[in-house]
């Protein structure tokens, strides 16, 4: 038991020093090649999403040999499944890559790369049908409890869609006018909130997290599904505190950078760890409840959207660090959720 322990452990230490060195080098090579253009400026999904389920996938697959998805230990469905996601990150790595180096022809390897992680999604859903249930099962690649999916799903919706009415409410926050355009698409002034709503549910809730599945089951699957249950030891709240304190900190130099919701100070590293911590408990529980990856990797994706457009098409906060959502208010909020869920049996061990 005690070697079992100490092998998961290192385990455990060689994926995080691997991850952080892939992705924080990799940005480090963009900076180099262009000067520090940002992913924002760029319009394409930060490749460093796709590097926790990248080194997790190829430890698995090729350097652990007690791996249970060992090189060609699974049928083949679900193995092209984890094949094609390895191959995607070496993908978008280039175009990435070209994308920085290539100004005059960005807004082709834009469509090149969101080609390429929409591709990955319908692979899944197109091999996933079709293969064997155990299979997905060892591979980590359940669906899981859909009817618990859902619920995830539309509290997340919920409690976002209330921090954006709260700012308001306590004045802390901007309404946004109408704009004409949502996502780019004009709108006639008559039909622009219904056009709003509309959009809302078919592209913020299920479009975009959807299209960019891809990129949320590279952070997931990493940190909820490889390096949590590599930390089970610790206990299911333990482990859950310490992925989302690695996930927090894996963060930073995004935050330092300015690319992120939080000032790109100290205060706001600060407070990026303790969301990161917070809302990592709550995958962690979708991760419990549903037992699924895919669940918490979808619901990533939602707040992500959904959060985006509430910022630019509802209320968009005066002041991101006093301020609900993701300001101190809305931590607090937070926390609140995060002592109520952790109620639940389930985060007992043994259960």
């Keep these: 038991m005690g070697k079992t322990s100490n092998r998961r452990a290192w385990r455990a230490v060689l994926f995080v020093v691997l991850t952080f060195a892939l992705s924080w080098g990799f940005d480090l090579l963009l900076t180099a090649v262009n000067g520090g253009v940002s992913f924002p400026e760029l319009s394409i999904t930060p490749w460093g999403m796709l ?155 299920i479009g975009v997290p959807l299209s960019g599945l891809a990129a949320v089951f590279g952070e997931e699957y990493g940190w909820r599904g490889y390096l949590q249950g590599s930390l089970t030891g610790l206990g299911k709240a333990r482990s859950a505190l310490v992925v989302g304190l690695v996930w927090g900190a894996w963060h930073v130099p995004v935050i330092l950078r300015g690319a992120h919701t939080y000032p790109p100070t100290w205060l706001g590293v600060l407070l990026g760890i303790v969301f990161f911590m917070l809302w990592g408990l709550i995958q962690s529980y979708a991760v419990l409840k549903t037992r699924s990856i895919w669940v918490p990797a979808f619901v990533h994706g939602v707040v992500n959207s959904v959060y985006a457009f509430s910022m630019s098409y509802i209320v968009r906060p005066r002041h991101n660090v006093l301020s609900f959502g993701l300001g101190v208010y809305g931590l607090a909020c937070l926390g609140i959720v995060v002592g109520a869920i952790l109620r639940d049996p389930i985060w007992r061990d043994g259960s």
């Design 51 to 205: 590097a926790p389920a990248f080194v997790a996938l190829a430890l698995q697959v090729f350097a652990f040999r007690d791996s249970p998805i060992r090189f060609r230990a699974l049928g083949p469905r679900v193995r092209w499944i984890l094949y094609s996601y390895l191959l995607l990150t070496a993908v978008y790595g280039v175009v990435t890559l070209l994308a920085v180096a290539l100004s005059a022809a960005r807004a082709a390897l834009q469509g090149v790369g969101a080609v390429a992680l929409t591709a990955w999604t319908m692979l899944v859903l197109f091999l996933g049908g079709q293969s064997d249930p155990e299979a997905r099962q060892r591979a980590g690649l359940s669906l899981g409890n859909v009817t618990y999916g859902q619920r995830f799903v539309l509290g997340v919706v919920a409690f976002i869609l209330s921090q954006a009415g709260l700012n308001l409410l306590f004045g802390l926050g901007e309404l946004q006018a109408r704009q004409g355009t949502v996502y780019g698409l004009p709108i006639p002034a008559p039909w622009y909130v219904p056009a709003l709503v509309v959009l809302f549910i078919g592209v913020s809730v």
